[in-house]
């Protein structure tokens, strides 16, 4: 069965910490994406990647860098936390051919 | 650019009732894929159906069903029978041919009334 995991369900930090948001998929997907969600606003595209080390920027990059050194993991690393980070974040993968995208179960991220 | 637009952030249905959920997109390649998700409260995005838009064929997968109007870049949901299980978000999202990501509208929220 297809599976995408993401390490936290729930994540409460301060703000100015460095933040890890860990993505892992074992469907050996080229491509792999972060998403960021909120109420009105939909999915946007932060960060996307369609190989190991190779990454491009999605809709809202500011704030966020991403990290990509093995094919099946994917992290989002919040350089300096903030409150207007607070939101829900959902890791995807898909094949490199094909259009499906496939979700981890998304993490919750307050900043306080 | 690609851009999906849901101008529906609510919705209410009897149960048992059908129920259309709007989308509407825009893009200028020709070859292209059009999705849509569920999420329930627990927050996981569930794949519900898929429309290419070279099949002649609009999309079902059981009780789902998408209205594809190619002409009017409209590719509306419809969900059969509603279930109180069907109240959920509803995300309508589209990617252009190659490898590009997929993009999203804001959501609809649908809730089932018993």
């Known amino acids: 069965d297809v599976k995408v995991t993401q390490s936290s369900r729930y994540l409460v930090k301060r703000t100015g910490e460095k933040v890890f948001l860990e993505c892992v998929q074992d469907?050996?997907?080229?491509?792999m994406f972060w998403y960021r969600q909120d109420p009105g606003l939909g999915l946007r595209l932060i960060y996307f990647s369609y190989d190991v080390k190779m990454k491009e920027k999605g809709d809202i990059p500011e704030g966020y860098s991403v990290s990509r050194e093995k094919k099946e993991r994917f992290s989002l690393i919040l350089e300096s936390a903030s409150t207007n980070q607070t939101s829900m974040y959902l890791c995807a993968s898909s094949p490199l051919t094909g259009y499906e995208a496939f979700f981890g179960q998304g993490t919750r991220l307050t900043v306080v | 650019a690609q851009k999906i637009t849901q101008t529906q952030p609510g919705m209410f249905v009897q149960e048992k009732e059908a129920v259309t959920l709007d989308c509407t997109y825009d893009t200028s390649d020709p070859s292209y894929g059009l999705f849509w998700y569920k999420q329930p409260s627990s927050g996981e995005m569930i794949f519900l159906i898929y429309?290419?838009?070279?099949?002649?064929q609009n999309a079902t997968e059981g009780r789902y069903s998408l209205n594809f109007q190619k002409a009017r870049k409209s590719a509306n949901l419809v969900i059969s029978a509603s279930q109180l299980g069907d109240s959920a978000m509803y995300f309508c999202a589209m990617r252009d041919s190659g490898n590009t990501p997929l993009v999203f509208g804001k959501g609809t929220r649908l809730s089932v009334i018993a």
């Open positions: 469907m050996d997907h080229e491509n």
């Open positions: 429309q290419g838009s070279y099949d002649q």
